[in-house]
């Protein structure tokens, strides 16, 4: 009985267009087509061809040594248009891919674990214990210290002690369930907010700090590098799969724990478990490119008013279709205003909160069981 209210709850009102392995082929094959068009176009457009034997060049230097890749190195291992394409345009699209799988997955999974299609990092207060680790980081002049690499590492800390502590609230007085857990990231994220935003106050506004700490809230990519891409792609890869290979569980935390309890599996542990994996996704991205708003809200809705809340579907499609949607939006923003870059996470919001008021309008899916 249980079983069949669950494999309802997971379909219910969706009528599916096409098999979800098709799609998840087809999103696939437009996430590859998507990356050479993409690095294409910008303030000074660049033919396909010569992009092509860019990329080509620096792949196979990388395999055969400094100097040996297979092109001419003149044209395509230095000058203006190697930089441009390897060294700025591609490694920011390559961020944005995982980034965008990061965001979209974390989404998710935090609305599984509260049963709450409005959750994402910004409701269970993680986004604002990043913020408030990147402002103090700003503040106080730590990148002087510690390098560039400071705010980026002080809103990762920020992200992850506020899911910590967000976990722990939860649990104080009994176990930890979907509605004490939105209750701690209402009040964690009401406390960041205030103490950044008394950090904002009283700072000397002629130091430039209040004009930083809005650059990296704006969200941006610029930054991208490939270092940085070699640590986020492997994480956002991971972190895809492990969840992937928890979809069982996930479908169950949409009958509640008391349902879950009489199919034979406790979600107490999984629940803080998967919130703090996916914690972690959230403050990988938030360390690459600040903060973006929508997107692990808006992307999981889409996916789930096409197929439903079945996970092993859910998470690889909405993966891939976060990639996208970031990929595209960061190639607007560099294309949208002449020889000027809007920041990315302003684009992400004024396309993602209209199109979650019209896909709130429309919905005809049910989240969880009732």
């Given at each position: 009985m249980k079983k069949s209210k669950l494999k309802h709850s997971l379909t219910a009102g969706v009528r599916q267009a096409a098999p979800p392995y098709f799609v998840m082929l087809l999103l696939l094959t437009l996430l590859l087509l998507s990356l050479p068009a993409a690095v294409t176009l910008g303030s000074a457009p660049i033919p396909p061809g010569e992009i092509y034997r860019v990329i080509w060049y620096h792949l196979t230097e990388s395999i055969l040594g400094a100097g040996k890749g297979l092109g001419d190195a003149a044209r395509y291992g230095q000058g203006s248009l190697s930089d441009i394409v390897w060294f700025?345009?591609?490694?920011?699209?390559?961020?944005?891919?995982?980034?965008?799988?990061?965001?979209?997955?974390?989404?998710?999974?935090?609305?599984?674990?509260?049963?709450?299609?409005?959750?994402?990092?910004?409701?269970?207060?993680?986004?604002?214990?990043?913020?408030?680790?990147?402002?103090?980081?700003?503040?106080?002049?730590?990148?002087?210290?510690?390098?560039?690499?400071?705010?980026?590492?002080?809103?990762?800390?920020?992200?992850?002690?506020?899911?910590?502590?967000?976990?722990?609230?939860?649990?104080?007085?009994?176990?930890?369930?979907?509605?004490?857990?939105?209750?701690?990231?209402?009040?964690?994220?009401?406390?960041?907010?205030?103490?950044?935003?008394?950090?904002?106050?009283?700072?000397?506004?002629?130091?430039?700090?209040?004009?930083?700490?809005?650059?990296?809230?704006?969200?941006?990519?610029?930054?991208?590098?490939?270092?940085?891409?070699?640590?986020?792609?492997?994480?956002?890869?991971?972190?895809?799969?492990?969840?992937?290979?928890?979809?069982?569980?996930?479908?169950?935390?949409?009958?509640?724990?008391?349902?879950?309890?009489?199919?034979?599996?406790?979600?107490?542990?999984?629940?803080?478990?998967?919130?703090?994996?996916?914690?972690?996704?959230?403050?990988?991205?938030?360390?690459?490119?600040?903060?973006l708003g929508f997107v692990g809200l808006v992307i999981p809705h889409m996916v789930r008013l096409l197929f439903g809340n079945e996970h092993k579907f859910l998470l690889p499609l909405t993966s891939l279709l976060g990639s996208i949607f970031l990929l595209w939006a960061d190639v607007l923003c560099r294309v949208i205003i002449p020889r000027t870059e809007l920041p990315i996470g302003i684009l992400t919001s004024l396309i993602g909160a209209p199109l979650f008021i019209i896909l709130m309008a429309k919905s005809s899916y049910s989240f969880g069981v009732d």
């Open positions: 700025v345009r591609l490694p920011r699209l390559v961020l944005a891919i995982g980034v965008g799988s990061c965001l979209s997955v974390s989404g998710v999974v935090m609305q599984a674990v509260v049963r709450n299609p409005m959750a994402d990092p910004y409701v269970l207060g993680i986004s604002s214990g990043a913020c408030l680790g990147a402002i103090l980081a700003i503040v106080f002049g730590l990148g002087a210290v510690f390098g560039s690499a400071a705010v980026g590492s002080l809103a990762f800390i920020g992200a992850f002690v506020i899911s910590l502590s967000v976990v722990a609230l939860a649990n104080l007085g009994g176990k930890a369930n979907s509605v004490k857990l939105v209750l701690a990231g209402t009040a964690v994220a009401a406390i960041c907010s205030a103490v950044s935003s008394f950090l904002l106050y009283v700072i000397n506004t002629s130091s430039g700090a209040v004009e930083s700490v809005m650059r990296w809230m704006l969200g941006s990519l610029a930054a991208a590098t490939w270092e940085n891409n070699l640590m986020i792609l492997p994480v956002a890869l991971i972190g895809l799969l492990f969840f992937w290979s928890q979809y069982r569980a996930l479908n169950l935390m949409l009958l509640g724990d008391e349902a879950a309890m009489t199919l034979g599996m406790s979600l107490k542990n999984r629940r803080t478990m998967y919130l703090l994996v996916a914690s972690l996704l959230v403050g990988f991205a938030v360390y690459s490119a600040g903060i």
